[in-house]
């Protein structure tokens, strides 16, 4: 296990390059913007981030990354330092679809959809259906093979930023019940049949969407893998989302502490011990989290071991709301208010609004109830259904 | 200490439910975000059931009449500021406790002219200036404050301005509960339905056992609000404080509980979330409110439900 140092070649060069395209306006631009130009603006701010080689430092060599974990987690750093743009919207493209392809997809998938994604191509995930969300080996979406495609009928639900994707991985019942009746398919969002519905959510914004299926035809050529095997290949490309992405999310924790000490240091001085204190706290749990990361992605070379991986997004998504809550703790009442991106806060500059959709770490990408029972059947080895 | 709350206002209390219910109840709520009707529509409904004749300070028995409609209207998320109009100064004049230092009130454009007043006792004539630009507190509105010159909150004014403040939250609350009950009972998931499953189990039951305790608090607090002649706050600092830790926490794993549907409005949890945050947080959030507390007790001491040995 090892943290590269500060100050390495590739750390001045991200910096300097950051310095030069005003990586911090980029993202007050972002923040204020409306979702579809926000999409166009992420979509920018990716392709300047290819040509500069820091856009897929985590693929493979030959697709354009092959960067060491190292040199990822240097440019991580130095991006989200700068106060570069988060690209949400890509975020299933760069690091779930991408996985998917690169671990299981054909070559011929892979030329198509690598550079495409790269490009900017947006990708959404359609794996949770209305009666099976934590229970996803239930899914109902049907696919029937007919010749040289497949019809596919059902409904799929809380498929983030699917309204501005082209892409959408989708998870189909092609057998019997349960997993071995799964397949894995690439489906183009513009096929006739597909609508895609937002859904306003707690927080006040339409970014999860439900995604309706009614006769879609997807080639053969667009399953992934063997027909029935789907449920292999999901599980071994989730733990990317859980993986991998945990090594940027970790260095936004530190961020976030730089905001959050921000945050005390505006304080009254009657209250800035306090804060100080619990800054203490969360610098502890912040490293530990970092050096958990560390671990995790050392011992599963290709960033695959899920259930390691499930504790990453335990930690992570409960730290998440603790460092909100503070952060809106400490801003008081002036955490109510605030013009998207001006307020100088954390992740989509509005304390509030960060604080609330922390709310949703702990159930996205599986519950932390489900992770949970993953540790405990997987890591200590306790019996199945122990939980019950 | 007068633990049963009186048939009338429990009457009183379920017939607000109906005629909420009848009305929409959370649709209200859900409506209300984009088209100002809804708002006036619970006016009618709350007006038709005879809030206006209610005088919160005269006597406890209103009081409690009062403090019931507060939770009602919580646990619909009535777009409406109840407790305010209970404690309306004039006709047309609401009350509210505020922060002078970031003076913002929910729901603040029901009236062009408000009567403000600080849990300091400082008091003011509050104009609506801005909304503060939050999704999550689409009501919300900072103000214009105005000294009134001599004037002075009474003590009676602030108790029953945190009081009505906490039942509110009670309601959200108990909702946020009820329907994490019902969901968990009809969502399956691995073949059992939800509240099959012991974490579950337990962890609706510490709820439920968290909700009991602030509605009994709520209810002495507001008995104690008309017969201890104390200046303190400490009473109604707890219990604002008690409602903000319990609400916060119920509303989080009724969400949780519901999965990725706590988070889309056509459920009703997601809308109470988000409507209950001005609530949470005016106007004294967790921080400000144990500093208060703290104070008062330095000050006046704490005796609580405990008269004998309290704290001084």
New interface residues.
Partial sequence: MSLPEPGTDLAHEVRSWCRSKDAAGWRDRMSAAAPAERAGLQQAWLLQLAEQGYAVPHWPAAWGGGRSRADQLTIARELIRAGAPRLDMHFVALYHAAATLVTAGSDEQRATYLPAIRDGQRWCQGFSEPGAGSDLASLRTRAERRGDHYVVNGHKTWSSSAEFAEMCLLLARTGGQGRAGISYFLLDLSSPGVSVRPIRNASGHDEFCDVFLTDVEIPVTARVGAENEGWRIANATLGEERGLTMLERSEEMVAGLRYLTLAAAALPPEERGAALETLGAFAERVESFRLLVSRVLDASVDGTDTAAASILKLVYSELLQDISREGLAMAGLSGHEGRHGWSGTWQTGHWFDDYLRSWEWTIGGGTNDILRNVVGERILGLPRGGSR | MRIALPEAALDFGRVADDVLRAAGGVDLARAAESDPRAAARAQECLAGIGMYDIDPRGCLEDAVAAAELCRVAGGHAVPYPVAAMLLRTSDATPFALV?A??P?IDHALTAGTWTAATLTGELFEAEPDAP???????F?M?VRLRPVAGGTASVLDRRLGLLFGAWHLLGFGQRALQLAIEHTRVR?????PLS?????RHTLADLSVGLEGLDLLCRFSLWSAFTDGSPSLADALSVRLEAQRVVKHTL?MA??FH??S?????YDI??L??HA??GL???T????TL?LLRTAIDEYGFDGPFHAGGVR
Wanted: no cysteine.
């Fill in positions: 922060d230092r970031q913002i503060v630009d939050s999704k999550v507190a689409p919300a900072t399956e998931q691995f073949g059992h099959n499953f012991q974490v579950i989080r969400q949780q999965g990725a706590g988070f889309a409005d056509e997601s809308v979330v988000r945050q001005p947080r005016l106007p959030d967790r921080g400000a500093a």
